[in-house]
């Protein structure tokens, strides 16, 4: 089936230290997006590319950083300069004729 | 930036009863979304309705664009509707980032 995977599910992060978040798409989809959800919050936009080797700030971009070398793959850092990293984190790229959005199953990340 | 506003914030349902969620925003949309996130965190789409009114099963979705609200009706609800939902809105300007702005929620609990 075609679709997002996200990985790890969960994953744990010591102060300081810089992360990796993996988003693999195989619907053959030129945009993808990273999100963030608090707790009791709604989606925030981090990062999104509308086409390989292109990618733009979103609205909550500081302290995170992404690459978009191949189509199919968006993955997200969250470096040590992320002051409060502990959130849910969801990977999305819109249909074609943008009617609709394939979500990832998110990682949940949280600095121990 | 555009505000989305949801309410009720939280709502709890006997198994049976009917409901009514709605989203107002503030700037003209082209797209405007209808989410579904079970207690897994998994988003599903259940409309894509930036005007008109669409009905799938129980759930049907009403916008007009012109005052510039949506209402989801949920009819005869069940335990598995439980979760949270969302209204996410692209604004008619942002013809190029199409990233969805996300309001905070409606949080529904439905009781057996």
């Known amino acids: 089936d075609g679709g997002i995977t996200q990985s790890p599910k969960y994953l744990f992060r010591k102060e300081g230290q810089n992360v990796t978040l993996s988003c693999e798409q195989n619907?053959?989809?030129?945009?993808m997006y990273w999100y963030r959800q608090d707790p009791g919050q709604g989606l925030r936009l981090i990062y999104y590319?509308?086409?390989?080797?292109?990618?733009q700030k979103g609205d909550i971009a500081e302290g995170y950083s992404v690459s978009r070398e191949k189509k199919e793959s968006f993955p997200l850092t969250v470096t040590s300069a992320q002051k409060n990293p502990t959130a849910f984190y969801l990977c999305?790229?819109?249909?074609?004729?943008?009617?609709?959005?394939?979500f990832g199953s998110g990682t949940r990340l949280t600095v121990v | 930036g555009i505000q989305v506003e949801q309410s009720p914030p939280d709502l709890i349902l006997q198994e049976g009863a009917n409901s009514t969620l709605r989203c107002n925003f503030s700037?003209?949309?082209?797209?405007l979304q209808w989410f579904h996130q079970n207690p897994w965190g998994q988003l599903i789409n259940l409309f894509y309705?930036?005007?008109g009114t669409k009905q799938n099963g129980r759930l049907s979705a009403t916008t007009v664009a012109t005052e510039r609200y949506s209402l989801l009706y949920i009819s005869s609800s069940q335990t598995t509707d439980s979760g949270v939902y969302f209204c996410?809105?692209?604004?008619?300007?942002?013809?190029?980032?199409?990233?969805?702005?996300f309001g905070s929620g409606t949080r529904l609990q439905v009781q057996p």
């Open positions: 590319s509308q086409i390989v080797n292109d990618f």
């Open positions: 996410a809105v692209v604004l008619s300007m942002d013809t190029g980032r199409r990233a969805l702005t």
């Open positions: 999305a790229t819109p249909w074609p004729r943008g009617d609709g959005y394939t």
């Open positions: 309705i930036p005007s």
């Open positions: 700037d003209s949309v082209n797209n």
């Open positions: 619907l053959n989809h030129d945009a």
